[in-house]
């Protein structure tokens, strides 16, 4: 954290071109991200970005700009999260203006709706892949894996707000890890790199 602030130009410019390389929201931007900042850059290792995503889906906000914000701010403080922010919301903000002064033009269009039918086939992969990289790191023993099932049973059948979820893992997160501490086990908190 605190890196030099003469990283803010290479923030800025790491955002701006994973941004209009992403179609589909925020999750379809992780992969590009982790990549970005994490094999091609090595600013943050996995078990960090992983973090970092876990972080920004469970605060108010798109998880991009959240996740560009708080990398940001690890690499160069406020300054950091500020470049990384501009830099992720600048090529988005006009790509969208652009995007809807053409479809007045072209909304009827077979090909154009063709593209998107394509498109949004493609950000169903991505946040599907984006979600088996975040299980990596977060699902790592039988505790962690058993959360994850019955936290998706609970999404995909019952009516229960994703907030409200978040909340209870929190909450059972700090449960499981002083009723194994009660009981004299150790508590794995982070998946072991050896194995």
């Known amino acids: 954290m605190g890196r030099n602030r003469k990283y803010l130009g290479q923030i800025f410019l790491a955002f701006l071109k994973i941004a209009p390389a992403t ?11 982790e990549k970005e900042v994490v094999e091609k850059r090595k600013w943050i290792n996995p078990q960090e970005i992983g973090e970092i995503f876990a972080i920004a889906q469970s605060v108010p906000g798109a998880i991009a700009i959240n996740s560009a914000i708080f990398i940001g701010y ?13 830099g992720i919301l600048l090529p988005t903000f006009l790509i969208v203006i652009a995007l809807s002064i053409l479809f007045i033009f072209v909304k009827d269009n077979p090909y154009m709706e063709a593209a998107f039918t394509g498109i949004r086939a493609a950000v169903v992969a ?4 984006a979600a088996y990289k975040i ?25 229960v707000h994703p907030v ?7 909450a059972l997160g700090i449960v499981i890890v002083k009723v194994k501490e009660w009981f004299g086990y150790a508590t794995q908190l982070e998946k072991d790199e050896d194995k």
């Open 135 to 159: 299980g990596l790191t977060a699902v790592y023993d039988k505790t962690t894996l058993v959360i994850m099932i019955v936290t998706a049973v609970i999404l995909l059948f019952l009516q």
């Open 23 to 33: 179609f589909g929201g925020g999750y379809a931007m992780i992969p590009l991200m």
């Open 74 to 86: 690890r690499l160069a403080g406020v300054l950091g999260a500020i470049a990384a922010m501009i």
């Open 164 to 170: 409200a979820v978040i909340l209870a893992g929190i």
């Open 126 to 129: 991505m946040i599907l892949f």
